[in-house]
């Protein structure tokens, strides 16, 4: 089936280390997103994309890189984890008119210790 | 830059009674609005949007949401409560240029017998 696949669902790792989130999907969106999920805080934007090879920051993009290669994924890399980051990962995807709504995966639930 | 504000973080409502949700939105042009259901566990999934036209919306699973531009507001209701109906609620707005999403906190209804 179609769809936004993230993975792995649940991680946990240790500060300083290097983590990175996977995301892919099967739709050949142009955008995708990266958000994080943290109690009162809502949804937070951390990296977006309009194509391959094209990224930018979003409201929180301190200590997260993201690259896209391809067209259908988009990882998102912690590149010394810190416990700050300990949260749920969302990403996203949305076709080329601003007027489409999103369409999220299930969400990478990370633990820093 | 536009924000949203969901006022109540928790509501319970008896199952079978009316559901009433409070968005209110600060945007400088016509914003397009959207209202997510989260699921534990799950990732968002889309209920309703607004673009533009007939300023009541009408969604999935026996939603709607009204778009009042002089209350700058998108509450969403449900005539008839379902237990299933249980969730975290997001509204988000999105500009209408690059059209990133910027989420209300979210509201956490619950449902009683």
């Known amino acids: 089936d179609a769809g936004i696949t993230q993975s792995p669902r649940y991680k946990i790792t240790e500060t300083g280390r290097q983590v990175t989130l996977m995301c892919h999907q099967t739709?050949?969106?142009?955008?995708m997103f990266w958000y994080r999920q943290d109690l009162g805080h809502g949804l937070r934007l951390i990296y977006y994309?309009?194509?391959?090879?094209?990224?930018d920051k979003g409201e929180v993009p301190d200590g997260y890189v993201v690259s896209r290669s391809k067209t259908e994924n988009f990882p998102l890399t912690l590149e010394s984890a810190t416990r700050s980051q300990t949260s749920v990962y969302f990403c996203?995807?949305?076709?080329?008119?601003?007027?489409?709504?999103?369409?999220f995966g299930d969400g990478t639930r990370l633990s820093i210790l | 830059a536009q924000s949203v504000t969901q006022p109540d973080i928790h509501i319970t409502v008896s199952e079978g009674a009316s559901l009433e949700l409070r968005c209110n939105y600060s945007?400088?042009?016509?914003?397009?609005l959207f209202w997510y259901v989260q699921s534990p566990g799950q990732g968002l999934q889309l209920l309703l949007k607004?673009?533009?036209?007939?300023?009541l919306v009408q969604g999935i699973k026996g939603f709607e949401a009204e778009f009042k531009r002089s209350q700058s507001s998108f509450n969403l209701r449900k005539p008839s409560v379902h237990w299933s109906d249980a969730a975290e609620y997001f509204c988000?707005?999105?500009?209408?240029?690059?059209?990133?999403?910027?989420f209300g906190t979210g509201t956490r209804l619950l449902v009683s017998p």
């Open positions: 996203a995807s949305r076709g080329q008119n601003s007027n489409q709504p999103q369409h």
């Open positions: 739709w050949s969106h142009s955008y």
């Open positions: 994309s309009a194509a391959a090879d094209i990224t």
């Open positions: 945007y400088g042009a016509t914003p397009y």
């Open positions: 607004y673009f533009s036209g007939d300023t």
């Open positions: 988000a707005v999105g500009d209408t240029g690059f059209q990133k999403l910027v």
